[in-house]
Nanobody, 126 residues
């Protein structure tokens, strides 16, 4: 059974950090590009970052460049999103999703991904 499990979300103060994990089961993660998306209440889903199957290519939304870092450990079947200097605008449910090939330059188009996790809540508040 295919499954993505996102973890690492929670409540953090502005300026703080979190590391999200996306662990796959039922398939080999290294064969796929992985994207992170987020959706805040009342807002459209937004592409946050994407990483190629080898990890050699990455993309970021302008709103998170310099603050977020995507990485992957194919031996652990896991992709990470390190989030630093968090601010309240980063509050959202974060999802990971897989794509058969690195969807550059259209990586933030959710339609390019075929399987999604259930999401993990990130709340940035004092």
């Amino acid at each position: 059974q295919l499954q993505f499990v996102e973890s690492g979300g929670g409540l953090v103060q502005p300026g703080g950090s979190l590391r999200l994990s996306c662990t796959a089961s039922g398939f080999i993660l290294r064969g796929y590009a992985i994207g992170w998306f987020r959706q805040a209440p009342g807002k459209e889903r937004e592409g946050v970052s994407c990483i190629s199957s080898s990890g050699g290519m990455t993309s970021y939304a302008d709103s998170v460049k310099g603050r977020f870092t995507i990485s992957r450990d194919n031996f652990k079947n896991t992709v990470y999103l390190q989030m630093n200097s968090l601010n309240p605008e980063d509050t959202a449910v974060y999802y990971c999703a897989r794509a058969f090939s690195y969807p550059f330059p259209d990586w933030s188009n959710g339609g390019r991904y075929d399987y999604w996790g259930q999401g993990t809540q990130v709340t940035v508040s004092s």
